[in-house]
């Protein structure tokens, strides 16, 4: 794979487009693509390092810069293009000096999965595509009231879930915007599945990576039907900021029997991996070390262990250490790493 080539390639499509017309303030910054064996950057190889791990921005010669693992050569620049700025717009982020972030690590104990919670996000889902689709505005009241009913009932949940949309949300959004500038018809097309993924239960878990979609459309719905502007910096995520001002109603109580299954299944399914992978004993790591951090994008917990793909990271005194694979990590209550096992 020639990554000079692609870097020059995505370089010409991000020359296209007008960043102030995605967020406001946001600019591009410098990219880096890499695989496993090589890694190009602003116009040049370079000898990649450890930071070169995922899809992400990170810190590298003195500046903030997005980074992608090219895996396999792109089927269609233009959405290859929209992704490198959704992670620009991380970097962005970064820059803005943006506080909003989860705590991951806390989250994956933390986070219970509640059916009520749950299905009324789906009923959620609903109302934002009959208020997109439809320009039902008259829907947006009630979505507001849903989301402040969950906002108190289950208040950490709303939270963790807002952070992501603040995070994630947010530059999913902007790398639609930017699909919509290079190619329209390929944006309509993955709005369009967007829709299609938060109108589905069965992509409720894990629940961070619905958030992706259900934070852009948000904003879509906020664009249509509110005059909230998202883009300053606050010490609240915007899906909180939005709601405060509605007030407190009780909702009819909504439990999706469908939700409810996929729920007992989602449950069934971590600790069939747990359960595999302990029983296979092919330990990679044992004693007891800080966890750094495991893949959150899909990770899962229960019962005082943790699943994670591709990777783990830990402390191993003042060296930050990495595992690549696939793995079941053991956690004490100090989210110390006791064992680790290969799925």
């Known amino acids: 794979m020639n990554l000079e080539h692609l870097y020059h390639q995505v370089k010409q499509q991000i020359d296209r487009v007008d960043f102030e017309l995605l967020w406001s303030g946001f600019k591009p910054v410098a990219f880096a693509l890499y695989n496993e064996h090589e890694c190009y950057f602003n116009g040049r190889y370079i000898e990649k390092s450890s930071q070169f791990m995922a899809n992400t921005a990170i810190m590298f010669e003195g ?3 997005a980074i992608w693992n090219v895996m396999s050569y792109p089927d269609n620049i233009f959405k290859f293009t929209a992704s490198i ?3 620009m717009f991380h970097a962005f982020q970064i820059l803005q000096r943006e506080s909003r972030f989860a705590d991951e690590k806390i989250a994956l104990i933390q986070y219970q999965y509640h ?5 009324i996000k789906l009923e959620e889902a609903k109302l934002m595509k009959s208020i997109i689709e439809d320009e039902n505005i008259g829907l947006w009241s009630t979505l507001l009231s849903l989301r402040r009913y969950r906002y108190n009932k289950y208040p950490y949940e709303y939270d963790y879930e807002s952070r992501i949309e603040q995070i994630e949300g947010t530059a999913h959004c902007v790398e639609m ?7 329209p018809y390929q944006a309509n097309i993955q709005w369009n599945e967007m ?9 409720y878990f894990p629940v961070r990576i619905i958030s992706y979609p259900t934070g852009a459309l948000f904003l879509k719905c906020i664009a249509l039907a509110s005059s909230f502007n998202p883009t300053g910096i606050s010490s609240q995520p915007f899906s909180i900021q939005i709601i405060q001002d509605v007030s407190f109603k009780d909702v009819n109580h909504i439990e999706n029997n469908q939700v409810e299954i996929l729920l007992n299944h989602h449950i069934a399914k971590t600790q069939t991996i747990i359960d595999q992978a302990i029983a296979k004993h092919d330990i990679a790591l044992s004693g007891t070390y800080p966890l750094i951090s495991l ?3 899909d990770a899962r917990y229960l019962r005082g262990y943790a699943t994670s793909t591709y990777f783990v990271a830990y402390q191993d005194q003042d060296e930050m250490k990495v595992l690549h694979g696939n793995f079941v990590v053991a956690l004490d209550e100090e989210l110390n790493i006791t064992c680790v096992y290969r799925q």
């Open 63 to 65: 500046e903030i810069i």
């Open 85 to 87: 700025i959704h992670e």
């Open 115 to 119: 059916l009520e919670n749950l299905s």
């Open 177 to 183: 915007r930017a699909l919509e500038q290079l190619d």
């Open 195 to 203: 829709m299609k993924k938060i109108n589905d239960p069965n992509q």
């Open 295 to 297: 893949n959150i994008y």
